[in-house]
């Protein structure tokens, strides 16, 4: 079993890793390190106040900003005059009509491709806020946040992508495979729809069910996975030695018999929980140890209780896990939960792998 789920696993592993509930970005050097910025100030309340650090994209970004406040007049004007003709105000001639509907229609075609090109540029200056501001606590907005998870999950400045991450985990006679099928930004929010393929070695049919549920449980929650991510710090070295990120997460999970899940009928969980995370590099950075924690309320389903071997639906449930980071490959290990539920804590360590790209 647990060779066929390492198969699986290479055959899926085309980007970046998320398993175990252990974030799967990997920390790159810092691009703003050993740089800095001139900013524009002001003062405000007899403080000193930056209202931006000037980079080159910034100032990419302000040059097509320019462009496009000429662009909005031209295609303004152009359709006032279109209109107050219409209305019988002028009495344009054929060739100015003409004249008029060819700004209009070239001002728009400008502008719907100078759009994205700004909104990527304004992503790329903070990213580059964040990389060189090296403390950020309680202080995301929708424009931070999204360089804030494009920094972390290597997005590229998508707003929108599919196939992202797959990662494994082995247990105790247990193995399951993750991949997130497809994510996005909403506003503040990171939003990821992903699945997952558990299995069991047991010969036993209800000690197979409760392995599973419990890797379930530790990996993602189930073999269908909605997650939800809100950034709340993000603090760290000048050269990204040394980092501390922390997310505040909510989840829905659901299990399906018709997906191979052992579980008899649908069992569903919602979850909400704070996950901090932190790691320390060699200066080479080529070897960088971190650590992850993170605990969740839980709120399930009868089913999904039953499945786990305990009473109550309703729960809490933390895991700790230490691991390091090597020429692409990151690898870690659950070395201790805890619970409500004094069944589901410390029951056996779980290692995971993931192909850093």
Same mark, same amino acid.
């Given at each position: 079993m647990k060779k066929q789920l390492l198969l699986l696993f290479i055959l899926l592993s085309s980007s970046l890793v998320y398993s175990q509930n252990v974030p799967s970005f990997k920390i790159l050097d810092n691009p703003t390190e050993g740089k800095t910025f001139p900013a524009d100030s002001s003062l405000v309340d007899g403080k000193k106040v930056f209202n931006y650090y000037k980079t080159l994209n910034n100032i990419k970004k302000k040059r097509l900003? &320019?462009? &496009?406040?000429?662009? $909005?007049?031209?295609?303004?004007?152009?359709?006032?005059?279109?209109?107050?003709?219409?209305?019988?105000? @002028?009495?344009?001639t054929n060739q100015e009509l003409i004249n008029y509907e060819k700004q209009l229609k070239n001002s728009k075609d400008s502008i719907r491709i100078l759009n994205p090109v700004i909104d990527s540029l304004s992503n790329e200056y903070v990213k580059e806020y964040l990389q060189y501001s090296t403390s950020k606590i309680l202080s995301f907005g929708p424009k931070r946040s999204r360089a804030f998870f494009d920094i972390l999950y290597d997005d &590229?400045?998508?707003?929108?992508? !599919?196939?992202n991450n797959t990662g494994f985990n082995i247990g105790n006679n247990t193995g399951s495979?993750? #991949?997130? @099928? !497809?994510?996005?930004?909403?506003? !503040?929010?990171? !939003?990821s729809l992903g699945a997952m393929i558990s299995s069991s070695s047991s010969d036993s049919l209800s000690v197979a069910k409760e392995d599973e549920a419990y890797q379930r449980l530790v990996s993602n929650g189930g073999n269908t996975v909605l997650n939800i991510e809100y950034p709340l710090a993000?603090?760290?070295?000048?050269?990204?030695?040394?980092?501390?990120?922390?997310?505040l997460r909510a989840k829905g999970t659901a299990d399906f018999p018709e997906f191979g899940t052992t579980t008899e009928e649908f069992a569903?969980?919602?979850?909400?929980?704070? $996950?901090?995370y932190a790691d320390a590099a060699l200066t080479n950075n080529k070897l960088r140890f971190f650590g992850a924690f993170n605990f969740n309320q839980i709120y399930g389903t009868e089913e999904f209780s039953k499945n786990l071997g305990i009473e109550n #639906?309703?729960? #809490?449930?933390?895991?700790?896990?230490?691991?390091?980071?090597?020429?692409?490959? &990151?690898?870690?290990f659950i070395v201790a939960t805890l619970s409500s539920e004094s069944s589901l804590e410390n029951r056996n360590v779980i290692a995971g792998g993931q192909v850093l790209h």
């Open positions: 900003q &320019k462009q &496009k406040t000429k662009l $909005d007049s031209i295609y303004s004007n152009a359709l006032t005059k279109l209109d107050e003709n219409a209305e019988g105000r @002028l009495n344009l &590229k400045g998508k707003r929108f992508s !599919v196939l495979i993750y #991949s997130e @099928l !497809v994510s996005g930004n909403l506003s !503040v929010l990171r !939003v993000y603090i760290h070295s000048r050269n990204n030695q040394f980092n501390f990120i922390s997310r569903g969980s919602a979850s909400i929980g704070i $996950d901090f #639906s309703n729960f #809490s449930f933390g895991q700790l896990t230490l691991g390091l980071v090597f020429n692409n490959i &990151k690898l870690s």
